[in-house]
Nanobody
Framework: QVQLVESGGGLVQPGGSLNLSCEAQ????????MEWYRQAPGKERELVAT???????NYTDSVKGRFTISRDKVKNMAYLQMKSLKPEDTAVYYC????????????????WGQGTQVTVSS
């Protein structure tokens, strides 16, 4: 089984920065893409950033230029560097894996972390 462990959330003032981390734990052979989603109260979960195994990145428009996603393929970790945070960035942030293969031959189409709260407020 694959488990995701997220960390780094918290309370920050507008204009501040936070760094999120996600570790994929398990007997992992390959992950196609590691992603960050977020869900604000009363809103649908939205895709924030993606990084593929080839290093290709994609961001939702509202975070372009402020957030940076990166990945350590050896450690099976993903990071989300968030700068110039705004109150509207307040949400629970979820790490998501798109297509995971284990050495055992098991395949998972996706995996979700439990989420970490990010609150941007003065």
């Amino acid at each position: 089984q694959v488990q995701l462990v997220e960390s780094g959330g918290g309370l920050v003032q507008p204009g501040g920065s936070l760094n999120l981390s996600c570790e994929a734990q398990g007997n992992i052979f390959s992950i196609y893409a590691m992603e960050w989603y977020r869900q604000a109260p009363g809103k649908e979960r939205e895709l924030v950033a993606t990084i593929t195994s080839g290093g290709r990145t994609n961001y939702t428009d509202s975070v372009k230029g402020r957030f940076t996603i990166s990945r350590d393929k050896v450690k099976n970790m993903a990071y989300l560097q968030m700068k110039s945070l705004k109150p509207e960035d307040t949400a629970v942030y979820y790490c998501h894996l798109d297509r995971v293969w284990e050495y055992s031959g098991s395949f998972y189409s996706e995996n979700w972390g439990q989420g970490t709260q990010v609150t941007v407020s003065s």
